[in-house]
Nanobody, 117 residues
Framework: QVQLVESGGGLVQAGGSLRLSCEASRTIFNLNHMGWYRQAPGKQRELVADITGDGSTNYADSVKGRFTISKGNAKNTVYLQMNSLKPEDTAVYYC???????????WGKGTLVTVSS
């Protein structure tokens, strides 16, 4: 069973930065897409950013220009650099790796990001 393990969350003041990391416990073959989602209290889970195998990226409007998603040198590793954090960025951040050819959609357990004003 593949597990996605996130790290890097924490408490930061508004305007600060954090870097989230996500690594798969073992190689997911033919993986071409990884992403970050977040869920704030009382709200639905939403896409923050994703990245394809060729490096194409997509961002939610609310984080454009502040967050950067990137792939690590190791396979099945993805990062989210978060700058100029705002209190409204407070949420649990989840790593996602869809593998529809295998009938799977992998999720991490989440890492909490809290931004104080």
């Amino acid at each position: 069973q593949v597990q996605l393990v996130e790290s890097g969350g924490g408490l930061v003041q508004a305007g600060g930065s954090l870097r989230l990391s996500c690594e798969a416990s073992r190689t997911i073959f033919n993986l071409n897409h990884m992403g970050w989602y977040r869920q704030a209290p009382g709200k639905q889970r939403e896409l923050v950013a994703d990245i394809t195998g060729d490096g194409s990226t997509n961002y939610a409007d609310s984080v454009k220009g502040r967050f950067t998603i990137s792939k690590g040198n190791a396979k099945n590793t993805v990062y989210l650099q978060m700058n100029s954090l705002k209190p409204e960025d407070t949420a649990v951040y989840y790593c996602n790796a869809p593998a529809p050819w295998a009938g799977m959609n992998y999720w991490g357990k989440g890492t909490l990001v809290t931004v104080s004003s």
